[in-house]
């Protein structure tokens, strides 16, 4: 079966307008997970990520991608939450993160609250241009 490829320079709805392409390309998350650093650190959902590594507490490293970026030059968010055995409904995050040794197809996170500690909830977004 042959592929096809579909060509547009703008995507249009029935009610809700058009956007322009690049938009879609450009402003669409390259990768995302959300995953948790208790105990066995381990992958509850995402995209582009191939594996996670527990380096040590409260760090990641790496978080490998499927699809490789075009530059370590990315941007990504990280969002930690929760001692262990927090849930997700408790809201009491007094943590900082951060990411880190980032390459073109893997990086790292770092979860802090007054020391390097594990969190339950972690979830991280990157944003950039696929290879």
Do not use: C
């Amino acid at each position: 079966m042959a592929l096809g490829k579909i060509k547009a320079d703008t995507l249009e709805h029935s009610t809700a307008g058009t956007v322009d392409t690049q938009y879609v390309v450009n402003g669409s998350a390259k990768a995302w997970i959300n995953f948790t650093g208790v105990s066995t650190t381990a992958i509850r959902d995402s995209f582009n990520i191939s594996s996670i590594t527990d380096e040590n507490t409260g760090k990641t490293y790496p978080i490998a991608m499927t699809s490789a970026m075009a530059n370590d030059d990315y941007a990504g968010s990280y969002y930690q939450m929760g001692a262990p055995g927090t849930s997700r409904t408790d809201f009491n995050n007094n943590y900082v993160g951060g990411l880190g040794d980032k390459t073109t197809t893997q990086f790292g996170t770092v979860s802090y609250a007054g020391a390097v500690i594990d969190s339950g909830v972690n979830d991280v977004i990157i944003m950039g241009d696929l290879a």
